[in-house]
């Protein structure tokens, strides 16, 4: 017998309609910059694009304080500064159809809402990193136990070695006694690092032999921790801090003490609907805000600079 076969579909692309219940989304970087920055107190709505911080240096210390009778006491001059942070409008949108929304088994205006939040926080923990890295004070660990540091705001050379347990010791004593900068939280100082950047420290056999007797679980757990009064912060977030020197070895960082950063803030950035447009079909969210972030004592100088930048050319 012979058989005549034939497709039992139309011609063109096969496909299946069948959608799973659950709905796939992609993974978030982490988002920390923003626990760091100091809003500005006194600025808002109707103060205009932008606001003067008036900072104070500090007197210098006499060769000798001791006053001589029949002498006037001497005098110094107190120094003033300001620094002006000028806001700006920031902010993306995401349009969607009616018909969408109505044919998808999904609530459209809900995944796009929460996409828009999960953008807006990489979006501001990105400006307020940029803002960070404005220090002047640039570290560039050139080996294992081996340094450059240049205060002008440019890394003198590249990066030949990852963070290790030296780099950290270094990195406070000239936050601490050369900067004389007051730490962030208590006794501690913050340092924001790539993964890859704190990766260096938890292989230095001296992390590793220290934190055998202090905080065993420290290892299992992936965690840096408190080391050398730093206290350490680990992102993935590649836009903000990156892989840098030579053959990528280095993970970007920071550490700082307080009032390191600033943020003029007119209006907290938000969600906002677009009104419908062509009878209710053209829908729209977006998020908007209007604020700017920048570092606040932007010198090397002893008592004001409050950042080292670990960086590379």
Known sequence: MTFTWTFD??????????MSMHLYEAALQKSVFMDYVRPVEGFGRKK???????????????SSPVLLEGYRIPEDTLALSTKAITVQEIGRSVPFTS???????????????????????????????????????KYVPTGLT?????????????????MTVFHVEEIRDYLFDTLATPPYDGDDYVGIFRT??????????AWEEWHKYTDPQAKYNGEVGRLESVRFVETNHNAALKKVGTSSV????????????????????????????????????????????DIIWDTANQGEARIIHVSST
């Open 48 to 62: 205009g694009e932008s606001v003067t911080l008036t900072r104070v240096s500090n007197l210098a210390e006499p």
């Open 9 to 18: 579909s139309p011609t063109g692309t096969y496909k299946s309609h069948a």
């Open 99 to 137: 018909l969408s929304d109505d044919l998808s088994e999904f609530d459209m205006n809900q995944i796009v809402q929460k996409r828009l939040r999960d953008q807006m926080k990489l979006a501001l923990d990105t400006l307020a990193a940029v803002a960070f890295k404005k220090a002047k004070v």
């Open 196 to 205: 890859l950047g704190l990766r260096g420290i938890k292989r230095d056999p």
């Open 146 to 162: 081996s340094n450059n540091i240049a205060t002008n705001g440019t890394p003198a050379t590249a990066a030949t070695e990852n």
């Open 250 to 293: 280095l993970g970007e960082g920071v550490v700082f003490g307080e009032d390191a950063v600033g943020m003029a803030e007119v209006l907290t950035p938000e969600l906002r609907a677009a009104i419908p447009q062509d009878f209710g079909r053209q829908k729209a969210v977006s998020w908007y805000g209007l604020l700017a972030f």
